[in-house]
C-alpha cells in the first residue's frame, strides 16, 4: 500500500497525495552542519511528477524553530516545461537553494 503525503502548496490549499502515483524525479538538499540533524538551518526542494505529466514543486526552509513551506501543482493539462522551470526557480528562490541543483539532478528531457 502506498504512503500518503500531504503538500502544502503556496496560493492555494494542501494537496494530499499517494507517494507511488507521484514519484520523485528530482531533489536538492542544504543545511549548514555536518549532517542534517545537527543544523538549525536546512532547506530542501522535490519535484514529483505523476504519470498523467502533472507536477508538484514543493520545499522547506527551517531555520531554529521557523518553518517556511512552499509548493506549486502544475496540472498535467497546463504542464509545459516552461511552467514546471519557473516553479523550480520561485520554490528554490523562497527557500534559498541554488535551482542549477535540482535541474541537475532531473532526468533529462526529450528533443
Known amino acids: 500500500m502506498s504512503k500518503e503525503q500531504t503538500i502544502h502548496l503556496t496560493g492555494r490549499p494542501a494537496v494530499r497525495i499517494q507517494e507511488d502515483d507521484w514519484p520523485v524525479?528530482?531533489?536538492?538538499?542544504?543545511?549548514?552542519?555536518?549532517?542534517p540533524a545537527l543544523s538549525t538551518d536546512r532547506a530542501w526542494v522535490r519535484v514529483r511528477r505523476h504519470v498523467d505529466g502533472s507536477t508538484i514543486v514543493y520545499g522547506l526552509r527551517a531555520?531554529?524553530?521557523?518553518?517556511?513551506?512552499?509548493?506549486?501543482?502544475?496540472?498535467?493539462?497546463?504542464?509545459?516545461l516552461e511552467d514546471v522551470t519557473e516553479a523550480i526557480q520561485k520554490t528554490c528562490s523562497l527557500v534559498g537553494i541554488d535551482p542549477q541543483l535540482v535541474f541537475d539532478d532531473m532526468p533529462p528531457e526529450p528533443l
Open 25 to 35: 524525479i528530482a531533489r536538492a538538499i542544504w543545511h549548514d552542519a555536518e549532517t
Open 63 to 80: 531555520e531554529g524553530s521557523f518553518e517556511q513551506k512552499v509548493g506549486f501543482l502544475i496540472d498535467f493539462e497546463d504542464a509545459e
